[in-house]
Nanobody, 114 residues
Framework: QVQLVESGGGLVQPGGSLRLSCAASGFTFSDYPMNWFRQGPGKGREWVATISNTGTSTSYVDSVKGRFTISRDNAKNRVYLKMNNLKGEDTAVYYC???????WGQGIQVTVSS
């Protein structure tokens, strides 16, 4: 079955950077686009970014454009989210998502605070 496992979260100061990683297994990774979502405290789950199956096309929510970069390595079955110039409003649990079976990772906490 589809398994998605996120890593790389933590506590970072405003203006800092983090790179999230999602390890995928149980399906042909290179056949599917991949997404990152997030859920901030007291908020609903929000779409953050999408990357096509080949990695040639990406899209982002307006609030992270120019700061976040989604990428993938199909040889390693991994998708990444590089987050730069982090702000307090980026504090959230971040989730990796695959449209195959609407599969979600367990989520990983990112906290931006001084």
């Amino acid at each position: 079955q589809v398994q998605l496992v996120e890593s790389g979260g933590g506590l970072v100061q405003p203006g800092g950077s983090l790179r999230l990683s999602c390890a995928a297994s149980g399906f042909t990774f290179s056949d599917y686009p991949m997404n990152w979502f997030r859920q901030g405290p007291g908020k609903g789950r929000e779409w953050v970014a999408t990357i096509s199956n080949t990695g040639t096309s990406t899209s982002y929510v307006d609030s992270v454009k120019g700061r976040f970069t989604i990428s993938r390595d199909n040889a390693k079955n991994r998708v990444y989210l590089k987050m730069n110039n982090l702000k307090g409003e980026d504090t959230a649990v971040y989730y990796c998502h695959c449209p195959l079976g609407e599969s979600w990772g367990q989520g990983i906490q990112v906290t931006v605070s001084s």
